[in-house]
């Protein structure tokens, strides 16, 4: 499965808290290849190479193309959200 990093070069993880234009947001979810779930699967069919959903209170969801996240300065990592345990 392809991955997609930050431009800190750290990969990107659902749960991660991040900032987006300065404002507080989190990963939603992470779409790289079709796994069969019709609504995630929806997003390839506009972006092939797949994406990340983010949310934020200032912006709501934001669908992020994997094509520009390498070289937006505007998608910053701040924490890894902790693995369940369970």
């Known amino acids: 499965m392809p991955i ?12 991660d808290r991040i900032k987006y234009h300065d404002d507080p947001a989190e990963i ?20 092939p190479d797949g ?6 209170k ?5 669908f992020l193309s994997a094509q520009g996240i390498p070289d937006d ?4 990592f701040v924490s890894r959200a902790p693995e369940s345990s369970t």
């Open 58 to 62: 200032v912006w709501g969801t934001v």
């Open 28 to 47: 939603e979810f992470v779409v790289t290849k079709p796994i069969g779930d019709q609504a995630l699967d929806w997003f390839l069919e506009d972006h």
């Open 4 to 15: 997609i990093y930050y431009l800190s070069n750290i990969e990107i993880k659902a749960g």
């Open 51 to 56: 994406g990340v959903m983010i949310t934020a």
């Open 73 to 76: 300065e505007d998608l910053e």
